[in-house]
């Protein structure tokens, strides 16, 4: 029943989508260029969703992107390329190639096993010229680009023996972007903080944090507490720049206080 249950949704948002493409004039201009920004921006909304662990958020950013992947696939039909079937099909026989453990007789019994094999697949199925790494997207933005790159060449065998060594790598670039700032080096001085970025990167690897959503985390509570400060100064009839930096501290003192 279930399985009915989801058949039929997919096909009534296959069906919708045809009518949509066939009798509205915006569906009717749209092309794989013109979406792209879009879905873009959809992603990132579900991320918001699951940041702020909003499940109906989630739930409709999904149905969100669900939306654009049949688009994607209607143009793809109307150009003769491929189908929804050809995109789901390719999927399927992705995940059971890739899952030898599940559907063949391939041992896995760790989460970690797991990726190792699946990067192994990736890479002997697509024999890229360009190695292990050469399958992270170009456009991801610098930081989740970090993860993917430090996790396939983790994949790869290319890490530290132990997660505790990451930190003697931190404190190198730290100690590195020190240097280059008393030396008064820009371009070196950006360099070494992209290295002591990307030694951080994979310490929350190492440690199971994604960063992009750690760092958001901290974005969004440095707001919260920097926007009551900015509140409590108005209350005293000041601008918060009027304050000195010892009563900027304790209004930011309190404001952390008041989030406990």
């Not at 579900?46 to 696939?73: C, K, P, T």
């Not at 290319?158 to 820009?186: I, L, P, Q, S, Y």
């Not at 010892?246 to 989030?259: F, N, P, R, S, T």
Request: aromatic share 8%.
């Amino acid at each position: 029943m279930e399985q009915d249950k989801r058949a039929a949704a997919t096909l009534r948002l296959l069906k919708i989508m045809d009518e949509l493409r066939a009798k509205c004039p915006w569906d009717r201009k749209q092309t794989f260029e013109t979406l792209r920004g879009n879905t873009i921006e959809e992603t990132y909304e579900l991320a918001d969703a699951i940041l702020d662990r909003n499940m109906e958020g989630i739930r409709e950013e999904l149905g969100d992107l669900m939306l654009h992947i049949v688009f994607y696939s209607k143009l793809g039909a109307e150009a003769g390329a491929f189908d929804y079937a050809d995109v789901v099909d390719g999927l399927c026989d992705k995940l059971i190639y890739r899952h030898p453990h599940v559907y063949g007789d391939i041992h896995a019994g760790t989460p970690d096993d797991v990726k190792r094999n699946w990067e192994a697949l990736k890479l002997r199925k697509k024999n890229r010229r360009s190695g292990t790494l050469g399958g992270v997207p170009v456009s991801l933005p610098a930081m989740v680009k970090a993860l993917r790159i430090g996790e396939k060449a983790a994949g790869a065998g290319f890490d530290w023996e132990r997660r505790e060594d990451v930190w003697a790598k931190v404190r190198e670039e730290t100690a590195e972007v020190e240097t280059e700032m008393r030396r008064g080096d820009h371009e070196a001085m950006e360099g070494e903080f992209g290295d002591l970025f990307f030694a951080l990167v994979n310490a929350c690897r190492l440690y199971g944090v994604d960063p992009e959503a750690a760092l958001e985390r901290t974005n969004r509570k440095f707001i919260r507490r920097f926007t009551a400060m900015e509140e409590a100064a108005a209350g005293q009839g000041r601008m918060l720049s009027d304050l000195t930096p010892d009563e900027q501290e304790a209004l930011w003192q309190k404001a952390k206080q008041e989030e406990r």
